[in-house]
């Protein structure tokens, strides 16, 4: 028992001394590892085999120099990244990040969530991410399609249907995976529908894809709530960021009768008791792409809160959906003491350790995202699918598929805690499955 408590620490160990500095990855590592001693009590072939020693190995990292023009003819240096974290269970599969704060540290520990994510969605993805140290805000279209071609110039020679599969995260939605395939599409001589996921359902894109990750945090939350004899409705709920993912969780949770008081970006918080009014927050992201201050503008009964902390407004359903480590300690403690009762990730790892373990011991319904934001890479998969047949689905069909590949998520991570000790506890349930389903293929393959 001590042994395998000392193998976690060493391993643990030597994650931070062989990648100095790379905090986020550090945290992500030390998260998960730390989960799985009863595995390796329960598997010692996984020990024996050096299973997590070789999981915390990304199986390449590529970086590279993108050059490209403003619309003044100034030239500009991003740098690229695209790590292929772990394909023991398909292609590599994540999202790409254009956000200034990209750096290799951030997209490594995305890249390691996202092959436990893709191993509990149960389909046949390996985990892989990427991005640039761009900044889109503010640029023109001109300027986001050059950087795009540029960037993809170098990626495509990396990329395949059966290879790797980039997707969108922060900084790049429709419009970047446009310009993105139509580079790719140019440079190759193919149209590769399967190369890339989060397309225009115009152009091979699946229905649902844009509104997948946030509906599926609802699902996930409905799930967790259900368990508890509780249901989404009617709860007062508040959801931060105000991109893609934050967008269709708040609009999943009004379908189903939830309130939405609040939501954010990174200068400040929108507060309006009489609930959020989503076809103006639809219209200042994704049309206008405005900071979400033009909303207290349109509804003066609505507070703006400039650098404001979302978490002191009192809820009973809490989403962080902006970026990782936005939810600390001390705004738990704040949520928990306001009544909240439960917290579900629409973002990559937004919950500091600090922030996990007061929520877990308080016996709150805590949705890790590994979980809890699988929707969208699973309704990737299902783009996935429907490009490699030539078929499109109706919008009902993918929802449905949707809703139910979130029930079994959920279900999968809830039994798994059961089994291994920790009832009601999904981040070891989630933790233990992903591993264990990575694990089975990599021993299968041998020394790979
Ligand atoms: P978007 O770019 O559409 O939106 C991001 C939102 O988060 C914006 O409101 C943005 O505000 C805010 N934000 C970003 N960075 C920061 C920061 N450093 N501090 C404060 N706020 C910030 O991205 P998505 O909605 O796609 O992604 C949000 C999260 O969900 C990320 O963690 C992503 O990894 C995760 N995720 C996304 C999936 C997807 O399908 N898109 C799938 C699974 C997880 P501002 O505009 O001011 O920057």
């Given at each position: 028992?001590?042994?395998?408590?000392?193998?976690?620490?060493?391993?643990?160990?030597?994650?931070?001394?062989?990648?100095?500095?790379?905090t986020e990855?550090?945290?992500?590592?030390?998260e998960?590892?730390?989960?799985?001693?009863?595995?390796?009590?329960?598997?010692?072939?996984?020990?024996?085999?050096?299973?997590?020693?070789?999981?915390?190995?990304?199986?390449?990292?590529?970086?590279?120099r993108?050059?490209?023009q403003?619309?003044r003819?100034?030239?500009?240096?991003?740098?690229g990244?695209?790590?292929g974290f772990?394909s023991?269970?398909g292609p590599?599969?994540?999202g790409l990040r254009?956000?200034?704060?990209?750096?290799l540290g951030?997209?490594?520990?995305l890249?390691?969530e996202?092959?436990?994510?893709?191993?509990?969605t149960?389909?046949?993805?390996?985990?892989?991410?990427?991005?640039?140290d761009?900044?889109?805000k503010?640029k023109?279209?001109d300027?986001?399609m050059?950087?795009?071609?540029?960037?993809?110039?170098?990626?495509?020679?990396?990329l395949?249907?059966?290879?790797?599969?980039p997707a969108?995260?922060?900084g790049?939605?429709?419009?970047?995976?446009?310009?993105?395939?139509?580079?790719y599409?140019?440079?190759?001589?193919?149209?590769?529908?399967?190369v890339?996921t989060?397309?225009?359902p115009?152009w091979?894109?699946?229905?649902v894809?844009k509104?997948?990750?946030?509906?599926?945090?609802?699902?996930?939350v409905?799930?967790?709530?259900k368990?508890?004899?509780?249901?989404?409705?009617?709860?007062?709920?508040?959801?931060?960021?105000?991109?893609?993912?934050?967008i269709?969780a708040?609009?999943?949770l009004?379908?189903?009768?939830?309130?939405?008081?609040?939501?954010?970006?990174?200068?400040?918080?929108?507060?309006?008791?009489?609930?959020?009014?989503?076809?103006?927050?639809?219209r200042?992201?994704e049309?206008?792409r405005?900071r979400?201050?033009?909303y207290?503008?349109?509804?003066?009964?609505?507070?703006?809160r400039?650098?404001?902390?979302?978490?002191?407004?009192?809820?009973?359903?809490?989403l962080?959906?902006?970026?990782?480590?936005?939810?600390d300690?001390?705004?738990?403690?704040?949520?928990?003491?306001?009544?909240?009762?439960?917290v579900a990730?629409?973002?990559n790892m937004?919950?500091?350790?600090?922030?996990v373990?007061a929520?877990?011991?308080a016996?709150a319904?805590?949705?890790p995202?590994k979980?809890?934001?699988?929707?969208?890479?699973a309704t990737?998969?299902?783009?996935?699918?429907?490009?490699?047949s030539?078929?499109?689905?109706?919008?009902?069909?993918?929802?449905?598929?949707?809703?139910?590949?979130?029930?079994k998520?959920?279900?999968?991570?809830?039994?798994?805690a059961?089994?291994f000790?920790?009832?009601?506890?999904?981040v070891?349930?989630a933790?233990?499955?992903?591993?264990?389903r990575?694990?089975?293929?990599?021993?299968?393959f041998?020394?790979i």
């Amino acid at each position: 028992m001590a042994e395998i408590d000392a193998r976690i620490r060493r391993i643990i160990a030597d994650v931070m001394r062989r990648n100095p500095g790379e905090t986020e990855f550090h945290q992500a590592v030390t998260e998960v590892t730390e989960t799985l001693a009863p595995v390796l009590r329960k598997y010692p072939q996984y020990a024996e085999h050096k299973i997590i020693e070789r999981i915390c190995e990304p199986e390449r990292q590529i970086i590279f120099r993108v050059p490209w023009q403003d619309d003044r003819g100034e030239v500009h240096i991003n740098r690229g990244f695209r790590v292929g974290f772990n394909s023991a269970l398909g292609p590599y599969k994540g999202g790409l990040r254009f956000h200034p704060s990209v750096n290799l540290g951030i997209v490594k520990f995305l890249g390691f969530e996202q092959t436990f994510k893709n191993a509990i969605t149960g389909m046949p993805i390996g985990g892989a991410k990427g991005g640039a140290d761009f900044d889109p805000k503010g640029k023109s279209d001109d300027e986001v399609m050059r950087f795009c071609q540029s960037f993809m110039t170098e990626l495509y020679r990396h990329l395949g249907e059966f290879t790797d599969v980039p997707a969108g995260d922060i900084g790049v939605g429709q419009r970047e995976i446009g310009y993105l395939f139509g580079q790719y599409k140019r440079i190759t001589n193919r149209y590769e529908s399967g190369v890339l996921t989060g397309k225009s359902p115009k152009w091979g894109g699946s229905l649902v894809r844009k509104e997948a990750t946030g509906y599926g945090v609802v699902y996930f939350v409905e799930e967790m709530l259900k368990v508890r004899g509780d249901s989404v409705q009617g709860k007062t709920c508040i959801v931060s960021g105000s991109g893609n993912v934050a967008i269709y969780a708040m609009e999943k949770l009004q379908q189903l009768g939830a309130k939405v008081v609040a939501c954010s970006d990174s200068n400040g918080v929108i507060y309006d008791p009489r609930g959020i009014r989503l076809e103006t927050v639809k219209r200042i992201k994704e049309v206008e792409r405005r900071r979400i201050s033009a909303y207290a503008e349109e509804h003066p009964e609505a507070e703006y809160r400039a650098g404001g902390n979302i978490w002191t407004i009192p809820c009973e359903v809490a989403l962080p959906c902006a970026t990782q480590n936005e939810l600390d300690e001390a705004s738990v403690r704040t949520l928990l003491a306001n009544g909240c009762l439960a917290v579900a990730e629409g973002a990559n790892m937004p919950t500091t350790p600090g922030g996990v373990r007061a929520l877990l011991e308080a016996g709150a319904a805590y949705g890790p995202g590994k979980a809890a934001n699988a929707g969208g890479v699973a309704t990737s998969a299902l783009e996935m699918q429907q490009n490699a047949s030539r078929d499109a689905w109706t919008f009902e069909y993918t929802e449905q598929r949707l809703r139910e590949i979130m029930q079994k998520i959920h279900h999968d991570c809830y039994a798994t805690a059961e089994e291994f000790g920790c009832p009601g506890n999904y981040v070891v349930g989630a933790n233990i499955l992903g591993f264990l389903r990575v694990a089975e293929a990599m021993v299968a393959f041998g020394l790979i």
